[in-house]
C-alpha cells in the first residue's frame, strides 16, 4: 500500500516556508514563484502554521487588506492537520476530503516537517500509478511481459 513516504519520494522534499513576521505580500510572491498553494510558516524551526491561498482570499482580499501590512501571524491558519510519512495514500486523501484542505504538513519520527503534501500530489500519484498498472497489464495481455 502506498504511503506520503513513496509520494514524497516522487516529489520530492524541498520545503518552502516563511516567518510569521513576513508580509502576506512577501509570501504571495515566493508562493507564485515556487507555483505552490500553500507555505509553511516556520517559527524557531517549529512549525507555527501555514498560509493558503484561501487564508488570502478569506482574511486578505476580502477583508480588504492591504497585503503589504497584513503579516503572514495575523492570517494564517494555526489549527493544522498533519500526517506522517507511513501515513497511507487512502487515509491522506480521506482527512483531505474529510477537512475539506488541500495541503497537509508531513511530520517525521521526531515530530520536525520533512514535507507537504497536496491535494494534486496525490492526484498526480493516483494517476501515475494507474498507469503504470494499465502499461503492466498491457504487457500481460499481449504476453511481453
Known amino acids: 500500500m502506498a504511503t506520503v513516504s513513496d509520494i514524497l519520494a516522487g516529489k520530492g522534499l524541498r520545503l518552502i516556508t516563511v516567518s510569521p513576521q513576513e508580509t502576506v505580500?512577501?509570501?504571495?510572491?515566493?508562493?507564485?514563484?515556487?507555483?505552490?498553494?500553500?507555505?509553511?510558516v516556520m517559527e524557531n524551526d517549529r512549525l507555527a502554521g501555514i498560509l493558503t491561498e484561501r487564508d488570502i482570499l478569506v482574511r486578505v482580499v476580502a477583508e480588504q487588506r492591504d497585503a503589504n501590512l497584513t503579516h503572514v501571524d495575523d492570517v494564517m491558519t494555526r489549527d493544522l492537520v498533519c500526517c506522517r510519512l507511513?501515513?497511507?495514500?487512502e487515509e491522506a486523501k480521506s482527512v483531505m476530503r474529510n477537512r475539506r484542505i488541500r495541503h497537509l504538513p508531513v511530520l517525521g519520527e521526531h515530530d520536525e516537517v520533512v514535507g507537504?503534501?497536496?491535494?494534486?500530489?496525490?492526484?498526480?500519484?493516483?494517476?501515475?500509478s494507474q498507469e503504470r498498472t494499465i502499461f503492466q497489464m498491457q504487457e500481460y495481455i499481449h504476453g511481453t511481459w
Open 116 to 128: 507537504i503534501i497536496s491535494i494534486g500530489d496525490l492526484n498526480a500519484f493516483q494517476a501515475d
Open 86 to 89: 507511513h501515513t497511507g495514500f
Open 25 to 40: 505580500y512577501a509570501a504571495a510572491v515566493r508562493m507564485n514563484e515556487h507555483k505552490i498553494g500553500a507555505v509553511l
